[in-house]
């Protein structure tokens, strides 16, 4: 009964492959998120979903390439991958006709390595 | 600058004592104020929300707000060994589907000692 999932949870590659982080949510939240945290715990918004469509795009490389088949999965490509891109990616679904609008759920988070 | 600024810490305090969380923030524009919690090696966990100006109580948590020092803050009763963890501060201007993003600080390690 998992909230906000992502897969994988590790994730090891050498520089210049190309990889993906899937994220599923079974809340029933229409806004779905992508955030960095790096090594200084620092997170920061990378892409907003809100129904399948992109409201937020903040100033992230080409190489990283959100997609979101449905309103309950946001997975994340990237491509070319750089030493630079080593952190924790988590993923993040909200419900935007709530109350507030804006209480978001987190999910565990992968951590990728870039050798 | 940062727009939202933590203290990092470490702070360190002993079993039962009542902790203080600050931030603060440059921008008067942020609305809604968030604190989360993050165990090592997790996700952050939404712990409080609030709106405007003013105090949110909910068990040995309160948030509390004031907008005109543009300073939050939060406070834990009778902290415990499980309180130990990260604390962010985050906040917004209005909803997320109209493109409103979450600003996060840095986050506050705290560490209670039994």
């Known amino acids: 009964d998992t909230a906000v999932s992502q897969t994988p949870k590790y994730l090891v590659t050498q520089m210049g492959n190309d990889k993906s982080i899937k994220c599923e949510q079974n809340?029933?939240?229409?806004?779905m998120y992508w955030y960095k945290q790096d090594s200084k715990k620092f997170l920061k918004i990378m892409f907003s979903?809100?129904?399948?469509?992109?409201?937020i795009n903040e100033t992230v490389p080409n190489r990283f390439s959100p997609k979101s088949p449905d309103k309950a999965h946001l997975n994340l490509h990237i491509n070319s991958l750089e030493l630079g891109d080593s952190a924790v990616y988590f993923c993040?679904?909200?419900?935007?006709?709530?109350?507030?609008?804006?209480?978001?759920?987190f999910g565990p988070g992968t951590r990728l390595t870039v050798l | 600058q940062k727009e939202v600024e933590q203290d990092p810490g470490p702070l360190s305090v002993p079993e039962g004592a009542i902790v203080s969380l600050n931030c603060t923030y440059s921008n008067s524009a942020f609305q809604y104020f968030m604190w989360y919690r993050q165990y090592s090696r997790k996700g952050p966990e939404l712990l409080m929300y609030?709106?405007?100006?003013g105090n949110k109580e909910d068990g040995r948590f309160t948030a509390q707000v004031d907008k005109s020092s543009k300073y939050i803050s939060l406070f834990i009763r009778d902290s415990q060994p499980s309180d130990s963890a990260t604390y962010l501060c985050?906040?917004?201007?209005?909803?997320?589907?109209?493109?409103?993003?979450?600003?996060f600080g840095g986050g506050t390690r705290l560490m209670v000692k039994p």
């Open positions: 979903y809100n129904n399948k469509e992109l409201i």
């Open positions: 985050a906040m917004t201007k209005g909803r997320s589907n109209a493109g409103n993003m979450l600003t």
């Open positions: 609030t709106y405007s100006s």
């Open positions: 809340l029933g939240h229409d806004t």
């Open positions: 993040a679904s909200s419900k935007s006709t709530g109350r507030w609008g804006n209480e978001q759920f």
